[in-house]
């Protein structure tokens, strides 16, 4: 007896199951069938307001640019720098003190100081009164060729002292003179000298056949 009443316990929830599951496929049935039928209903109603030609609304989209305001910052340059302080300038060698009987002459930027002083009547070791005196002598320039080959030496000049107290007409001696690399150099340096002029009777005079001999030696 109990065996039997399982079977149909068994039996009965089956059929309840099956009911069930033909229930369910139904509906589904029903529910999908709606969902195509109104998808078609909207396509023909779309499809006929195009045909008839009705008024279509067009939504236009237009990008408007907006109004940009470009800042630009300015560059201040930089302030420069302070220049550094230039170097002082060194004190310009007083050319007024000259010794005219000095042994040899220096052949640097300092002022010339000559060897001997020789006049046309012949050696002047000395200034009378009212005679020329030299005020300012100038040194010559090493010149180079004679510098680079280490020649050494020296060269009178023979010139005129004027009234008033410059040299003109300078010429070289050439039996006094060592080598013809001193010429141009000692001419220059005899055109830049300075005299008192000689003084006769009150009154300034020509002094020609001034001669001034330029010793040039290399200084180790």
């Known amino acids: 007896m109990a065996e039997r009443d399982d079977v149909e316990e068994l039996g009965a929830g089956a059929g309840a199951m099956g009911a ?11 529910v999908t069938t709606g969902l195509l039928w109104t998808m ?46 230039p170097p002082e300038t060194p ?25 001997i002083e020789l006049s046309g009547a012949g050696f002047s070791l000395g200034v009378g009164e009212g005679d020329y005196l030299p005020i300012v002598k100038v040194s010559p320039i090493y010149p180079d060729r004679a510098l680079s080959r280490g020649v050494e030496g020296y060269c009178i000049v023979e ?40 003084v006769i009777d009150g009154e300034a005079v020509e002094v020609p056949g001034v001669r001034n001999k330029f010793t040039y030696n290399i200084e180790n």
Do not use: M, W
Not at 56 to 84: G, I, N, S
Not at 171 to 176: G, K, R
């Open 159 to 198: 010139y005129t002292v004027t009234r008033q107290g410059t040299t003109r007409d300078p010429v070289v001696l050439e039996d006094q003179c060592t080598s013809s690399l001193f010429h141009r150099a000692s001419i220059a340096a005899a055109l830049k000298f300075k005299y008192k002029p000689r």
């Open 91 to 115: 004190p310009t060698p007083r050319l007024d003190d000259v010794n005219a009987s000095a042994d040899k002459i220096a052949i640097t930027s300092a002022p010339v100081e000559t060897e």
């Open 40 to 85: 078609q209903y909207l396509i023909k109603i779309g499809d006929r307001s195009l045909k008839e030609g009705g008024p279509v609304h067009v939504v236009d989209f237009v990008r408007v640019r907006r109004a940009e305001t470009v800042q630009r910052r300015e560059l201040k340059p930089e302030k420069p720098p302070q220049p550094e302080k």
């Open 20 to 30: 069930r599951l033909i229930i369910g496929v139904a509906l589904g049935v029903l």
